[in-house]
C-alpha cells in the first residue's frame, strides 16, 4: 500500500458496503421465533400465528425481491405475484382465529358476558397481529433491506397488484346491482343511462343546459391542455417561423390560451351549477338578462356544438396519452419499462386465476367457516352466502375477497410507510424495530387474556433486547464494513442485553410479590390476582430495562 491508497475496497464503507451482523440478526430471529411460538401457544392462536406467519414470510421476501438489480423484471413480478399469499396468509390466519375465538365465545349467558367475551376476542386477535407484524420485521432485518423507500415500492406494486381486480369487482358488483335493482324495474337501469347521455349530449332544447355544457366543455379544455403539454411542440418550433412571428412565440401563445380556457372552465362549471340548482324555481331567469337568455339557450343546447366537444375530448385525450407513453419510453430502458407494468401482469394474471377457481375457492371458504359454528349460526351463514352468492354471482364475490385482501395489503403498507415518514421507525434496523414492537404490543395484549406471567414478561423483554440488538447489529456493520472483525464483540453485547433484561424482570416480579404458581398463571391466593401481577410487573420490568440500557 502507498501512501494515499488503500488496497482494500471495503475500506471505504458506503452504502452498498454494509449489512447487519449475522449474530445480532440470528439473535433477533431465535428471540422472536421462540417468543411468537410461546405467546401464541398460551394465548392458543398457534394455527392462526403459522398462517399469518407465512404470509408475513411472503411480504417480507417480497420487499427483498424488490431490492434485486441484476433481474429486476422477473423479481418484480415475482414479488407482484407473493404479495397474493401474503395478503391471503395474513387474512386468513386471523380471519381463522376470530371465527374459532367467536365460535367459543358466543352466545354468551349475559349481557355483561358479551362484553367480556368482545374484549377477550380483541385481545386474542391483537396478540395475533403483534406476532405476525414480529415476524415480519424479524425476517425483513437478515439483509436490512426494509427500508422507507423499499415500503414505498411495495405498497405501490400492491397497487398495482390490485388494480385489474378492484376494477373488475366494481363493475361487476355494479352491473349485478344494476340487473337487480328491483322486481318488475328491468327497464330503470337503461333509461336512468339513457337520459343521462341524452342530458349530456341531447339535451331539452327549450331549457338551459350550462351545467352538461360546462361538463363536456371542460373536459374538451383539459384534454387539449394535456396534449399541448405533452406534445414537444417547443422542440419541434425550433427556429422555424410563421410570417414575422417565431413559431416559439405560438407556442407560448397557445400554451397561456389553454391555461386561460381552463379557468375559464371553472367558472363556467360554477355558474353552471347555481343554473342547474336554481332552474326550476325561475331565479335564474330572472338573474340573466333576456337579451342574454335566449342565445345561452341556444349554445348549451346545440347537439352539434355538444358532439363536437366530445369528439374533441376523446381525440386530444388520445393524443396525450400516446404522447405521454412515448415520452416515457424515450427516457427510460425497456427493462425499467417492463418492470413498472410487471405489477399489472401479475394482476391480470390474478383475475384469471379467479375466474378459472372461484367455484372451488368459495365452497371451500364456505364449509369453513360454517363448519366451526354451532348448527343454528352454520345454517345462517350458508343462507347469508347463498343469497350473497345468488345476487352477485360466486365469480363477484370471490374476486372481492381478493380484491379486498390485496387492498388491504396495500392500506398496511401505507399505514407502515406513515412510520417511516414520521420518524417512528429508522430505515437502518427498521425490521429489528417492527419486531421488537410487534413483540411488545403481543405480550402487552396477552397478559388480558390470562397468559403466564412468564410468557408475558418474556415476550415484553424479548422485545426490548430484539430492538437493542438490531440496533446495534445495523450500526456495526455500517461502522466495520463486511470484513471487520465483529464475532467478540456482538455476544457480549447479546449476552449483556438479555441479562439486563432478565434481570429486570425478576426484581419487578419480586417486587410484585411473585410467587413461584403466579409464574406458570395459577393464582396463589394473594393479594394480587394473576393479570394484575402481571401488569405491575411488566411496567416495573420495563422501567427498569430501558434505564439500565442507556
Known sequence: MTDGQIDDPDAGLGEANWSPTRASTTLALVATAGSVAALTAAVGVRTGALVAGAGAVCLAVAVRLLAVDRWQVPATLAASLLLVPAGAGVAAGVGYEFVVAFAASFPAASQTG?????????????????????????????????????????????????????????????????????????????????????????????????????????????????????????????????????????????ERTTNRLLVVTVLWLLAGLFVFLFEEAGVAR?????????????????????????????????????????????????????????????????????????????????????????RPLAGRVREVADGVVTFYGSETVVLGLVAGVLVLAALALFALSLWFLFGFVGDRAAG??????????AAAFAGTVGAPLWVLLGGLVAGLVVRDVGAFGATLGAEVGRRGMRSRVEPLHGLASVGVGGLAALAAA??????????????????????????????????????ALR
Open 432 to 441: 429489528t424495530a417492527l419486531a421488537g414492537t410487534g413483540l411488545f404490543a
Open 510 to 547: 419480586r417486587l410484585a410479590g411473585v410467587t413461584a404458581t403466579d409464574w406458570v398463571g395459577v393464582d396463589s391466593g394473594g393479594t394480587f390476582t394473576a393479570v394484575a401481577v402481571a401488569l405491575v410487573g411488566a411496567v416495573a420490568a420495563v422501567v427498569l430495562l430501558v434505564l
Open 114 to 254: 358479551v362484553v367480556g367475551q368482545s374484549l377477550r376476542i380483541v385481545g386474542v386477535l391483537a396478540v395475533l397481529w403483534g406476532s405476525t407484524l414480529a415476524v415480519f420485521g424479524a425476517v425483513a432485518s437478515i439483509r436490512g433491506d426494509l427500508t422507507g423507500r423499499s415500503v414505498r415500492r411495495t405498497r405501490d406494486l400492491a397497487a398495482g397488484v390490485a388494480l385489474p381486480s378492484v376494477t373488475a369487482f366494481v363493475a361487476l358488483a355494479g352491473r349485478a346491482l344494476v340487473e337487480n335493482v328491483a322486481s318488475g324495474a328491468a327497464g330503470v337501469p337503461g333509461e336512468l343511462l339513457g337520459n343521462a347521455v341524452d342530458w349530456l349530449v341531447a339535451p331539452a332544447p327549450d331549457r338551459l343546459g350550462a351545467l352538461g355544457f360546462g361538463v363536456l366543455f371542460a373536459a374538451a379544455c383539459f384534454a387539449v391542455h394535456r396534449a399541448v403539454r405533452t406534445l414537444p411542440l417547443r422542440a419541434l418550433a425550433g427556429g422555424a417561423t410563421v410570417g414575422d412571428v417565431e413559431a416559439v412565440e405560438l407556442v407560448a401563445a397557445l
Open 286 to 374: 330572472e338573474v340573466i338578462p333576456g337579451a342574454a337568455y335566449g342565445p345561452l339557450v341556444e349554445l348549451t343546447t346545440a347537439a352539434g356544438l355538444r358532439r363536437a366537444l366530445v369528439g374533441i375530448a376523446l381525440v386530444a385525450g388520445a393524443v396525450a396519452v400516446s404522447a405521454a407513453l412515448a415520452r416515457r419510453f424515450s427516457r427510460v430502458s425497456v427493462r425499467e419499462v417492463l418492470a413498472d407494468y410487471a405489477p399489472l401482469v401479475a394482476g391480470l394474471g390474478v383475475l384469471a386465476g379467479v375466474f378459472a377457481v372461484h367455484g372451488a375457492v368459495r365452497r371451500a371458504l364456505v364449509g369453513f367457516v360454517a363448519g366451526r359454528l354451532d
